[in-house]
């Protein structure tokens, strides 16, 4: 009898302890998704930021008017200022396929959009905005910007209902 009560404090230790780590590993794993979760907001934020800045600074060239390589040399300066291209990189790693796809998706139509800037640049000296290449690129920018905000929301967990039908 004698060894009971030795028997009987070491499990008690063992169940203590295991119970404390496995407590410790579920604390650990939860601030460990809050972070990555924290971390791919904050990427989201920049990147729709730097599309959306990247889109006001072609759309002020493409009013504007200018002699051609100036103004070619404007627009590819006023593309790669906001850092999307960066971004788009940091994106790649840490979020999921979906997000990169979309990504890369709304990142190539503001790259078309650049092209035909420059491309309307060595055309004419007035503002390339207005015409029909140009407002399709901006509907088709719109499209890909609505689809990179849903499945970042949805990867968010921030899916309203209006995305639930």
């Known amino acids: 009898m004698e060894w009971i009560s030795p028997v009987s404090t070491a499990l008690g230790a063992v169940i203590g302890i295991g119970s404390t780590l496995l407590t410790d590993r579920l604390r650990w794993r939860r601030e460990r998704a809050g972070q990555s979760l924290d971390v791919r907001r904050q990427l989201y934020a920049e990147y729709t930021a730097a599309l959306s800045r990247t889109r006001t600074a072609l759309d002020e060239c493409a009013r504007e008017e200018g002699h051609g390589e100036e103004r070619r040399q404007r627009v590819r300066e006023v593309f790669l200022a906001p850092g999307a291209y960066e971004i788009r990189h940091q994106l790649a790693i840490v979020a999921p396929r979906e997000i990169v796809d ?64």
Do not use: K
């Open 102 to 165: 979309a990504a890369r998706s709304a990142f190539l139509v503001l790259r078309d959009t650049r092209d035909l800037l420059v491309a309307g640049a060595a055309d004419a000296d007035g503002p390339v905005a207005g015409g029909p290449a140009y407002r399709e690129l901006e509907d088709r920018l719109d499209r890909a910007l609505a689809e990179l905000r849903a499945v970042m929301r949805q990867d968010l967990g921030a899916v309203d209902s209006i995305t639930r039908r």
